[in-house]
């Protein structure tokens, strides 16, 4: 079993940046894939960004494409989501969550997430 931890979430202005980490423990990560979702008051929970095993694929959003980097340290056990460019739109729960196999069809376990807020 694997536990995940997000932090680095808080309020901030529009246009401003972020970075959330994501702490793994009980094993290493790293030959899963890994992903962050958000969920906004009200909506449903949405994928932000995934990343391979290896950190060479990469999918985004439409809507963060361009803005956010997913990016992973195995050796740490770690993953993060660089924010640049927020939008109050983007205000939400961020949560982390790690698959079992590529493509990630489904998400075995997820974090507690964290709260982003971007004011306007």
């Known amino acids: 079993q694997v536990q995940l931890v997000e932090s680095g979430g808080g309020l901030v202005q529009a246009g401003g940046s972020l970075r959330l980490s994501c702490a793994a423990s009980g094993r290493t990560i790293s030959t899963n894939p890994m992903a962050w979702f958000r969920q906004a008051p009200g909506k449903e929970r949405e994928f932000v960004a995934v990343i391979s095993s290896s950190g060479r694929v990469i999918n985004y959003a439409n809507s963060v494409k361009g803005r956010f980097t997913i990016s992973r340290d195995n050796a740490k056990n770690m993953v993060y989501l660089q924010m640049d460019s927020l939008k109050p739109e983007d205000t939400a729960v961020y949560y982390c969550?790690?698959?079992?196999?590529?493509?990630?069809?489904?998400?075995?376990?997820w974090g507690q997430g964290t709260q982003v807020t971007v004011s306007s």
């Open positions: 969550a790690i698959s079992a196999r590529w493509p990630p069809n489904e998400y075995d376990y």
